[in-house]
């Protein structure tokens, strides 16, 4: 059982590039979400979605793009990346939003912008 | 509105010895709260989550927390730590009223010595 996949691990972008982070979830998960971290800030909610089609912003959505054509997948995109989105990126699925369903996390995807 | 502080960035023990984190948090409405743990360079799992049954929560590795609704409280413990506890620590809030998010905390990294 994969759980939740991420793709890819590492990326280094230039500021101005455009990119794309992929995550898939074989749990057949409704609720899925992004989160960045940063050191000392915790992990910050970027964009959520409660179920294909439906997406919405977190706390931190600017410059950040999300879209769920399927129960499956949820990517990220960057637009035009800047170097304070220099950050690790984690995507979080579970089969409700709140309440007391554990999140699943994906290992992570480490984004440098230079 | 929901937040969550983790009073301590850094806790430093000895192998063997008690470790304490500590969480209080803030919710509109009643709460299910969370320790998750991070290793370096991993993904994020789940320790424990209290959802309203019991106020003393049990987890993995004998990691236990108690919900404290009149200290707005919800302290990880442990007894004995070992060196494969140390890594980084979060609490985190969301509430039982529909499709809310989570908040985490910013994290307390433990250090355990020889």
């Known amino acids: 059982n994969a759980g939740v996949t991420q793709t890819p691990k590492f990326q280094v972008l230039k500021t101005g590039q455009s990119m794309t982070l992929q995550c898939a979830q074989d749990?057949?998960?409704?609720?899925m979400s992004w989160y960045r971290q940063d050191p000392g800030m915790g992990l910050r909610l970027i964009h959520y979605?409660?179920?294909?089609?439906?997406?919405d912003q977190g706390e931190v959505p600017n410059g950040y793009n999300v879209s769920r054509s399927t129960t499956e997948d949820f990517p990220l995109r960057l637009l035009s990346a800047a170097p304070s989105q220099t950050s690790v990126y984690f995507c979080?699925?579970?089969?409700?939003?709140?309440?007391?369903?554990?999140?699943?996390f994906g290992p992570g995807t480490r984004l440098t912008v230079t | 509105a929901q937040s969550v502080t983790q009073l301590d960035s850094h806790v430093s023990v000895s192998e063997g010895t008690p470790v304490l984190l500590r969480c209080n948090y803030s919710s509109s409405y009643s709460p299910s709260l969370f320790w998750y743990v991070q290793h370096p360079n991993k993904g994020l799992q789940l320790l424990l989550k209290y959802t309203s049954a019991a106020t003393l929560v049990k987890g993995i590795n004998g990691f236990e927390a108690e919900f404290k609704k009149s200290e707005t409280s919800f302290h990880l413990t442990k007894p004995s730590a070992h060196m494969s506890d140390a890594a980084e620590y979060f609490c985190v809030v969301t509430s039982n009223s529909g499709y809310s998010t989570l908040t985490f905390g910013k994290g307390t990294m433990l250090l355990v010595s020889p």
């Open positions: 979605s409660v179920g294909a089609g439906i997406t």
């Open positions: 979080a699925s579970s089969s409700q939003g709140g309440g007391p369903y554990e999140q699943y």
């Open positions: 749990m057949n998960h409704e609720y």
